[in-house]
């Protein structure tokens, strides 16, 4: 049954967890942002048997699940031959985490170049720019402000996976709602505080997302000539 | 080599447990999507209100702090119990992906054009006839891709369910990985590799449903 009680006295105990789940949101979200453009350049290598097996590895890390993932990192890195070391449990839900989001984010940058107007690299072309302006001066600062919003939904959508590093000992919010729960036996009211938390923070950046996507394709909506037919 | 077949036969033991709980999660969430999305585009704000507060909750909190909330604290609040674990974490990833889903078929009805219900009302049908025979046969192609991705996020949240003690693929790997220290990398490793081949035909169907979205039809 539902105790105020136990709401009241588990909440100071979870909330302590904050820190460590916003902690491992951040870092595993730039480690993805960085390792996203790494994916962008191991697939358009001149050679295509490299750019063909990068993206098989992608779409591997892609397709498989981000909790087999964490355990492999955590439990079995540090049995590879030659490279295995151990990671801390936070090391290795962070690497875990931001190499799988990183072949989404990867994903995103792309369909930000290649909305960029094959005229533009033409027009590099032509003024003779090299390729390091034609990237940093013409193509990424068009390619990369429309794709705010779909990263901002990657960073809610990876905000909802950190709690999968309380099965290896993070202890951010959910694990210290089970903690808790075995504790005292009052599972309900410590998991509830979880739901709210992330509901919280979750829902009132979805709805900034939403509006800082409708302001997005308010400004970069193809220039259409619009036929206003008068009723 | 060995080992790794080894290993490969040791998992098939949690092969059907994954499988099943992955085709049940995927048609429940099928129906909940449809269920859910359809009931946002009605004229009732009541319905409309309580499918919206469905979706935005299942999608603003974390699929393992629902299945943690099914598994702890719906026995206790309710004092009902779901049935087994295997239904826990169909019922928990059908909720979840459903409210997830639900969102494609409400922006991909949506996205159908104006004219479309102008014409249907014209040619005097009603709103169900609408909707069934003018509206959704062109607004399911839209969906098709999305489909096939959220079908790759479902099989990947299976593996979740070996959190509440089901025998998944995931479980026996762990075990595996317990007793022989020293394969474990080798053991998660072929884990990944079923996972992948699961996924393999949900991969190659969300590129073919990607293209049967974009082909013909003006406009």
Redesign the interface.
């Known amino acids: 049954m539902w105790s105020w009680e136990t709401f009241i006295d588990a909440f100071p105990f979870v909330i302590e967890g904050i820190n460590i789940t916003l902690g491992l949101t951040v870092t595993s979200y730039l480690l993805a942002l960085a390792a996203g453009f790494i994916w962008l350049v191991l697939e358009s290598t001149p050679s295509r048997i490299i750019n063909f097996f990068f993206h098989w590895i992608r779409e591997f890390i892609r397709s498989t699940p981000p909790l087999v993932q964490i355990f492999f990192l955590y439990f079995a890195w540090p049995e590879v031959p030659y490279v295995g070391m151990t990671f801390t449990p936070f090391i290795a839900a962070m690497l875990a985490l931001g190499i799988h989001f990183s072949t989404y984010i990867s994903e995103v940058y792309r369909s930000g170049i290649e909305s960029v107007d094959q005229g533009q690299w033409e027009a590099s072309k032509a003024l003779n720019l090299s390729t390091k302006d034609t990237w940093m001066r013409i193509v990424l600062p068009q390619a990369l402000p429309p794709t705010i919003p779909m990263l901002g939904n990657y960073l809610i959508i990876l905000f909802k996976e950190v709690p999968l590093a309380a099965t290896i000992g993070v202890v951010g919010i959910l694990s210290l709602a089970r903690t808790y729960g075995s504790n005292t036996w009052a599972y309900l009211e410590p998991i509830t505080i979880v739901a709210i938390l992330f509901l919280l923070l979750s829902y009132p950046s979805a709805l900034l997302i939403r509006w800082l996507e409708k302001k997005m394709n308010n400004r970069f909506e193809k220039k259409e000539t619009k036929v206003k037919v008068s009723k | 080599m060995d080992s790794a077949l080894n290993i490969l036969s040791y998992l098939s033991q949690g092969l059907w447990t994954t499988v099943s709980i992955f085709l049940a999660a995927t048609f429940f969430s099928f129906v909940m999507a449809f269920f859910a999305g359809l009931c946002r585009v009605v004229k009732n704000p009541l319905v409309r209100g309580v499918t919206t507060a469905y979706v935005?909750?299942f999608?603003?909190?974390?699929?393992?702090?629902?299945l943690?909330?099914l598994y702890?604290?719906v026995p206790?609040?309710f004092g009902i119990n779901l049935g087994s674990n295997w239904w826990v974490g169909v019922i928990a990833i059908a909720l979840n992906y459903g409210a997830y889903m639900s969102e494609v078929v409400r922006s991909s009805v949506l996205s159908v054009d104006e004219g479309q219900t102008e014409a249907a009302i014209a040619l005097n049908l009603s709103r169900v006839q609408r909707m069934r025979h003018v509206i959704l046969p062109q607004a399911l192609r839209l969906m098709l891709p999305e489909f096939g991705n959220y079908m790759?996020q479902i099989?990947?949240?299976?593996?979740?369910v070996s959190?509440i003690g089901l025998t998944d693929i995931?479980y026996y790997?762990?075990i595996y990985?317990s007793t022989n220290?020293?394969?474990?990398?080798l053991?998660?490793?072929m884990?990944?590799i079923m996972?992948?081949i699961i996924?393999l035909p949900?991969?190659w169907l969300s590129k073919k449903g990607e293209k049967i979205s974009k082909k013909g039809v003006a406009g």
């Open positions: 935005e909750i999608r603003g909190t974390s699929l393992i702090v629902q943690f909330w702890y604290a206790m609040l790759i099989l990947k949240g299976t593996a979740l959190l995931l790997g762990d990985r220290l020293d394969e474990g990398p053991a998660y490793l884990v990944l996972y992948f996924a949900l991969i």
